[in-house]
């Protein structure tokens, strides 16, 4: 009897323990796996948000691109114009004596003073001598500008010896009579030479222009009454009477952008329109300025006329 009743126990017991597991795997509250359908939604939502991003960063690259290559071509025209500027402006200046003669009196600010000519290459007496000239299209070896003027040597506190302060377009001053620099644009590139050099530098890169106009005292007309007129090189008779010159040019980035058709920029000759969207080789697609300055000569038409 005691027997029997053991072993029904423990049989119920056995019964019991395996029945349990069972029933935990079959309740309604266990975890579940995602299925496919919603893994590929999940997919298919990451890729978009990926792709929104990855077209807002190109949108984004491309305008800073854009922005970044006008804010180039700015910074390199401007470096241009100061350097043709600066030999321009200067042009057949003279040098400014403070004492070309004796003093006689104890009074300095009586003291006279002269401009005077300290190069043996600077002849104004030369009617072949110019202080600026130009060619309209320059052959090989030929410079589409010209400036020159006097160079000499003035005392300076950081040296025993006078020394020259002037300057060519290079920064060079390769003669101690004559300053000069030359301009011209070749293979898209605006290059400037020294005095006596064979060949110029390059000093600005992705020039697709690069002309020049004069501005020539004209008093031909009305005795007394001097006018002002726009000339090519051609146009120039004499060009001591060269009183400013207009100097354009048209530069184009690096970066390529879209351009719709019809995307025109007026060229140096204020009247070509230039339609960029069907340029070709390296200017193809890319971004063009013009710009456009005037620099008076500091002798004022004066030089091989009155001085």
């Known amino acids: 009897m005691n027997t029997y009743i053991t072993l029904y126990v423990t049989h119920k017991r056995v019964a019991h323990s395996h029945a349990l597991p069972q029933k935990i795997l ?131 506190f950081t040296s025993a010896s006078d020394q020259s302060q002037a300057r060519d377009c290079l920064g060079a001053n390769p003669s101690a009579t004559l300053i000069e620099s030359n301009f011209v644009l070749e293979n898209n590139e605006l290059r400037c030479a020294s005095f006596g050099a064979a060949a110029g530098q390059p000093i600005v890169q992705n020039v697709a222009n690069f002309q020049v106009r004069y501005l020539v005292q004209d008093n031909t007309t009305t005795l007394g009454m001097p006018t002002i007129k726009t000339t090519n090189a051609a146009g120039v008779t004499n060009w001591a009477t060269v009183q400013a010159m207009e100097v354009c040019l048209v530069l184009y980035g690096t970066e390529p952008i879209d351009l719709p058709a019809g995307s025109n920029y007026t060229d140096c000759d204020g009247v070509t329109m230039v339609d960029m969207s069907t340029l070709t080789g390296t200017r193809a697609r890319r971004m063009h300025m013009v710009f456009r300055n005037v620099f008076q000569l500091r002798s004022q038409g004066l030089i091989g006329t009155v001085l």
């Open 26 to 156: 079959t309740s309604p509250h266990a975890q579940k796996g995602a299925t496919l359908v919603e893994l590929m939604v999940g997919i298919a939502i990451g890729l978009l948000v990926v792709a929104v991003a990855m077209g807002a960063l190109m949108v984004s690259r491309g305008v800073s691109g854009t922005v970044s290559d006008a804010s180039a071509i700015q910074q390199q025209a401007a470096y241009a114009m100061r350097v043709i500027g600066l030999q321009t402006r200067q042009a057949g200046s003279l040098r400014l004596n403070l004492n070309p003669g004796t003093v006689v009196t104890s009074e300095l600010y009586m003291a006279p003073v002269a401009f005077e000519i300290k190069s043996g290459d600077l002849d104004l007496s030369n009617p072949t001598w110019k202080v600026i000239e130009g060619k309209d299209s320059p052959g090989t070896g030929e410079y589409k500008l010209t400036t020159r003027f006097s160079n000499y040597a003035e005392p300076v």
